[in-house]
């Protein structure tokens, strides 16, 4: 079976230096990244979430899908190149097989979650303290099925997860 990057060789390559931002958080840039080779670190604001440099990594996604702002800033830390789709949505529409590998790593990372959520759903639903609401919260975000959700946090409201 192709790879993700196989069905992408007619995108052109961006190259990236250690420090680049390929994708800020907060902006709507429209674009799709795979990740051909190198590596970069994905920030939620000052916080390091996590660094990639598998081959075939898939940056902006969620933004193009939900047609919202990129959720983390992605930047370089080393030599980098990837391929670009400047219209990611234009693009995913316009190759099924891009997207449906795109829905199997989506559906890769929600199983993950699930589970991860399961556990601390398990470990805190009979607390009488504030972390009982973890259990409520969690619940929700299981069965969640409307179309647009969006999180906030006590701390700030303002901040969408």
């Known amino acids: 079976m192709p790879s993700i990057l196989d069905y992408c060789q007619g995108l052109p ?6 420090g680049d931002v390929l994708l800020a958080e907060g902006d709507r840039s429209g674009k799709l990244y795979f990740l051909i080779e190198g590596q970069v670190e994905i920030l939620k604001g000052d916080y390091q979430i996590n660094v990639v440099s598998d081959p075939g990594a898939v940056f902006g996604e969620i933004s193009i899908l939900l047609g919202i702002p990129h959720m983390a800033t992605v930047r370089a830390v080393a030599p ?21 590998h795109l829905s199997k790593i989506l559906a890769q990372r929600l199983h993950g979650v699930t589970g991860y959520l399961v556990d601390l759903k398990r470990q805190f639903e009979d607390h009488e303290s504030h972390l009982g609401i973890v259990d409520e919260v969690l619940e929700t975000l299981v069965h969640q099925q409307a179309e647009a959700f969006t999180p906030g946090s006590d701390r700030d409201p303002n901040i969408k997860l």
Do not use: N, V
Request: hydrophobic share 50%; glycine share 4%; aromatic share 14%.
């Open 13 to 18: 390559a961006a190259r990236f230096e250690p």
């Open 80 to 100: 980098t190149s990837a391929y670009a789709a400047a219209d990611g949505d234009a693009f995913l529409q316009a190759h099924r097989e891009i997207a449906y």
